[in-house]
């Protein structure tokens, strides 16, 4: 899916989906089922359970993915690496926690949003063995549509009736209050119909899901595994977790960076979608700085499937080193 129509299709179709929100029957398998199709990896963290689920998988056009950045050594990386030179595909990675008492989903995906390429979350869900019923807490990123488009169907019906929802405060209030002016160092602002159109269906979610809607304490874990930071420029809000268990961590950085072999050496370079270019970029360095130190496993929304793997420097900047598994 081109990013661009996703942004003008959202604008178009309001919340209608292409791919309907289904419902899942109570009754699952066995959690732990082998993996179907790539749509779930599962591995441990400590006495957790991780699932990632995928959700499909995004386009942007190469010349618009990165608006800082020198097209030409941007090309260069691509071909370099066999990639398109053309357009820069994102994964849609969404991690599933089991505990030992609560099921906890780490983003909702595109869902109302949806096309052809994405809405796969609940089907995902549904080969690792779980019903969206089951799931007892939504932890949100942020309220970008590929996020928060999860939590309601096409009649603004909760997708995951028995669960809390968080988000942070600050991104909560941000896109309830938002306008274009919001926006003047984003290069959506050369895009201000769809932004007219795109705020006012955040703010219905948002305002769907207030019965559910709570906020994330940053000074206080959550169960005892979860904690929080904030990383701030993507959007105002962007909160980055930290799943802790024993002596295992594993650190879910969203929408901290969207490609694997562009941004990591050149985290300057921006991505299309940021709402503050210039503070999005001192963030990810900040915090590619703070990975590579700490030497955590790191999950990935949007980088190649399922998107674990390391933060390492490398000359003056870093890499992804992506974790191998021998086996599905």
Known sequence: MNRRKMLSGIALAGLAASLPVGKLSATTKEAGAKD????FKKLKIGDLELFVLTDGFLQDKSTSFAPHADI????????????????????????????KDRLILLDAGMGVFA?????????????AGFAAGQVTDVLLS????????????????????NAKIFIAKTEHDFWMQATLADFNNSALKKEPEFLKMFIPKVQNILTTIKPRLNYYDFDKPLYDTFSFQ????????????KISSGA???????????????LFPHPEWGFSGDT???????TRRRMLEQLTAERVLVCAYHLPWPGLGHARGKDTAFEWVPQVYMTP
Do not use: C, W
């Open 115 to 127: 096309d052809g390429n994405t809405g796969l979350l609940l089907k995902s869900m549904k080969d």
């Open 72 to 99: 030409d050594a941007l090309k260069e990386i691509l071909a370099a690496n066999f990639r398109s030179t053309e357009q820069v595909e994102m994964a849609m990675n969404v991690p599933l926690i089991k505990t």
């Open 248 to 262: 295992d961590t594993l650190v879910y950085i969203a929408d901290l960076i969207h490609s694997d072999i562009l």
């Open 142 to 161: 942020h309220a970008h549509p590929d996020h928060i488009g999860g939590v309601v169907d096409p009649q603004n019906n909760l997708v995951f009736p």
């Open 230 to 241: 904030l990383a701030p420029g993507h959007t105002p809000g962007l909160t980055l977790m």
């Open 36 to 39: 179907s199709a790539g749509r």
């Open 276 to 282: 503050d270019l210039t503070l999005a970029a001192k």
